[in-house]
């Protein structure tokens, strides 16, 4: 994987501060958009670690598709057996599971083809795609980790 450039930390560091108010409003049961909560045990600690998550309806079933590098809850999720999921007040117990990286592509540029043009810039500034295009994220599947969620 490349390294993150500064404008991938500038903008991973904006993100992160959205963050802590999405989590903040979920936790008090506010839910909006596909954003959820993600919950899984940390690989080393065995702690809970919640992350705010997008949950796509994409073809075939709900996805979550990684969009940093080295983002440690897909290694958290690839450790896990189970993890949880939290929408307002609702929570429930999920498998993540791993779709393979021939799989991802259709995934991939559906994701680009269906979302506001800012998902795909994101995999752009985050070093994981070359071009904001379904073409390229899809060429990208290798570096993007893609989760189907199932009912547990």
Do not use: H
């Not at 959820?36 to 073809?59: C, D, E, M, W």
């Not at 983002?71 to 779709?99: F, K, P």
């Not at 979302?115 to 994981?128: H, I």
């Amino acid at each position: 994987m490349a390294e993150e450039t500064s404008k991938a930390r500038s903008y991973r560091r904006t993100v992160n501060r959205i963050n802590k108010v999405i989590t903040g409003l979920q936790r008090l049961g506010i839910a909006f958009g596909p954003m959820q909560l993600l919950t899984v045990p940390g690989r080393r600690s065995g702690k809970p670690r919640t992350f705010p998550i997008a949950v796509l309806p994409l073809t075939g079933g709900r996805y979550i598709v990684q969009a940093f590098q080295n983002a440690a809850w897909v290694a958290n999720a690839r450790a896990a057996d189970t993890a949880t999921l939290t929408r307002g007040r609702r929570t429930s117990t999920v498998r993540l599971v791993e779709v393979p990286v021939e799989e991802r592509r259709p995934l991939l540029r559906e994701v680009v083809e269906t979302q506001p043009s800012s998902a795909a810039e994101r995999y752009v500034t985050n070093g994981l795609a070359d071009a904001p295009t379904p073409e390229a994220v899809a060429a990208a599947a290798d570096r993007i980790a893609v989760f189907r969620v199932e009912a547990v």
